[in-house]
């Protein structure tokens, strides 16, 4: 079975410009996250959608932070305009509705650097 | 609110040593728990979990019991591997009204030598 998908895996690019990741869930899961880790900050969860719905985004930073779900097979997060500071390691993961325990599947992130 | 607490790393033994990471939490509730391992560039994958009190859950050789009277979750493998470098995170989830959020401690970054 296919994992959770994100890409780019890279993105390099100037202060200023728009960076937008992409996230492709586990097919069937009703949950998506969107993480940040930085070696400073650590682990953190920026939003999560349940059925393509935004639930809780209190954990996103800024204005300059948004993020969408058109369908249940794919979501983006954006940020515009980028700064220095955003530079991090971003995840997406899924989940199923399932009550207590049900993990969550990451992809394999996308490494940001904003220069 | 919900935290969880790992001890501090760098962790690093010889192959074929006995591994401790401890785990605390604080938690309103009955969170389920959970131990997630990252290896170099990849995701986080689910290693273990526990639901209820007195469960232990276990995977590769690895296991942690959910120990509700001194709220831990300290994971422990009897022979690790060089394989088994990694950072290791705990975390939880309140799973309040369905809600599927983890809660994650700071990551623990384990290194086994030969």
């Known amino acids: 079975d296919a994992g959770v998908i994100q890409s780019p895996r890279h993105e390099v690019t100037e202060m200023g410009q728009e960076v937008t990741l992409r996230c492709k869930p586990i097919s069937g899961h009703d949950y998506l996250f969107w993480y940040r880790q930085t070696m400073m900050r650590g682990l953190e969860l920026l939003i999560y959608?349940?059925?393509?719905?935004?639930?809780?985004d209190s954990g996103m930073p800024e204005d300059r932070f948004s993020a969408k779900m058109p369908n249940a097979s794919f979501s983006t997060l954006k940020i515009q305009p980028s700064e220095p500071r955003d530079s991090a390691v971003y995840f997406c993961?899924?989940?199923?509705?399932?009550?207590?325990?049900?993990?969550?599947?990451f992809g394999d992130g996308t490494r940001l650097s904003i220069l | 609110g919900n935290s969880v607490t790992q001890m501090e790393g760098p962790v690093t033994l010889s192959e074929e040593a006995f591994l401790t990471i401890n785990c605390t939490y604080t938690?309103?509730?009955?969170?389920?728990l959970f131990w997630y391992v990252q290896y170099p560039g990849e995701g986080l994958q689910l290693l273990l979990k526990a639901t209820k009190a007195d469960d232990k859950g276990s995977n590769k050789g690895f296991e942690a019991t959910y120990r509700k009277e001194t709220t831990s979750f300290h994971l422990e493998k009897g022979s690790v591997q060089v394989s088994d470098s990694a950072v290791y995170f705990c975390a939880l989830s309140d799973g309040i009204q369905g809600a599927q959020k983890l809660v994650f401690g700071q990551g623990t970054r384990l290194t086994i030598n030969p």
């Open positions: 993961a899924s989940s199923l509705i399932g009550g207590f325990g049900s993990p969550q599947h």
């Open positions: 959608f349940n059925n393509n719905v935004p639930i809780d």
């Open positions: 938690a309103t509730g009955y969170p389920s």
